[in-house]
């Protein structure tokens, strides 16, 4: 009696055992099914046209990635996704970031993409002449930066300004203009790191610059940063560096235009005689020598200027109507210039 008792217990639990791997083979056999064939149909809700703006954060659970793919219409089936995570055992791969997602995408693909840790990037250009300030302002709007103050203090690290041996208080002049792409939410001191280094890579392409201090290095960038902002026509700047170099070797103050529209948030589109007497050490009206630091970030052209002055009698020059500057060796053809290409456009 006690035998058939033990056996029946056994049966059930073999029956039971059963069962249950018959379920588990189903349900295996059942998602491979599902997964080849949504893969065969493409796999995607729609055609690519819907687009969504997928953000994980730091320590985020892959349900509720699996959650938000849902609601945005992007996946068939939040089941089938949850299953092809641990199927793939991708729960723990899946990386913080920002994805476009689009519903032209399978599953599979979408599971791809957030393991991959291609995140999206964000591309922004410098102008060639942009100034700190107006770098800051540009990462704001392009949502990389808080304020303008934040990028500001990013980018007058000492760490920063110290590993990279700039002999300044901040990165004024260092940050090189040029189209760069970055993942949302990059740090702004990263960014700056970026951009400096950038610039002594660029700066390898200038045989006079090898080799150079720090010291006299920040000379040179200082002029290029002040031809960067006067100059209009790339072929004129070896002759701008000239001119401002001479006027140095002669003790007349570079009377530049860009060291006033330097002291003010934004430039004006002209100076008047009272903004050439505001009291600051980069008015180079009032004051000789150079200014006391870099007024913008130069280009390439604008530092092979600095490097590769070209020298002449020249110590004038005026902006003409069509965009070229005349050059002038006396202050009497200076004014001549200016009655004849200037003074007519007031009158």
């Known amino acids: 009696m006690l035998q058939i008792v033990i056996m029946k217990k056994l049966n059930v639990k073999k029956f039971i055992t059963i069962i249950f791997l018959a379920i588990v ?8 099914v599902f997964f080849v064939l949504d893969e065969k ?9 819907n687009s969504f703006e997928l953000i994980i954060e730091p320590g985020e659970s892959s349900s509720t990635v699996v959650k938000e793919l849902s609601s945005a219409g992007m996946i068939k089936s939040s089941v089938y996704f949850n299953y092809l995570i641990k199927f793939t055992r991708a729960g723990n791969k899946i990386k913080q970031g920002v994805y476009d997602i689009n519903d032209g995408m399978s599953s599979r693909k979408i599971l791809d993409v957030i393991i991959s840790g291609k995140v999206k990037l964000v591309t922004f250009t ?8 107006q770098i800051g302002d540009l990462l704001v709007a392009k949502k990389l930066s808080l304020t303008r103050e934040a990028f500001l203090a990013a980018a007058s ?4 300004i110290e590993k990279y041996k700039i002999p300044a208080p901040t990165t004024e002049g260092y940050l090189f203009p040029e189209t760069y792409s970055v993942p949302l939410n990059y740090p702004a001191d990263r960014i700056a790191d970026m951009m400096i280094k950038r610039f002594f890579k660029k700066l390898e392409s200038i045989p006079e610059a090898k080799n150079i201090s720090p010291k006299d290095l920040h000379a040179k960038v200082v002029l290029a940063s002040i031809v ?12 701008m560096a000239g001119v401002f170099l001479t006027r140095i070797e002669k003790n007349i103050n570079l009377e530049s235009c860009a060291t006033i529209q330097y002291l003010f948030d934004k430039p004006k589109k002209r100076l008047f005689e009272t903004d050439l007497k505001i009291i600051s050490p980069y008015n180079t009206y009032m004051n000789g020598g150079w200014p006391p630091g870099p007024i913008s970030n130069p280009g390439l052209p604008a530092l092979a200027a600095a490097f590769k002055p070209e020298k002449s009698d020249k110590l004038f020059f005026l902006l003409k109507p069509d965009g070229s500057h005349y050059f002038s060796a006396t202050f009497k053809e200076h004014l001549e210039a200016k009655k004849k290409f200037i003074d007519v456009l007031y009158q």
């Open 25 to 32: 083979f189903i349900s295996i056999v059942g998602l491979l």
């Open 228 to 239: 960067e902002r006067e100059a209009v026509r790339k072929e004129e700047r070896p002759m």
């Open 157 to 160: 690290n000492k760490a920063l």
């Open 41 to 49: 149909k493409g796999g995607a809700v729609g055609d690519g046209q």
């Open 126 to 133: 410098i102008p060639e002449g942009y100034n700190n300030r």
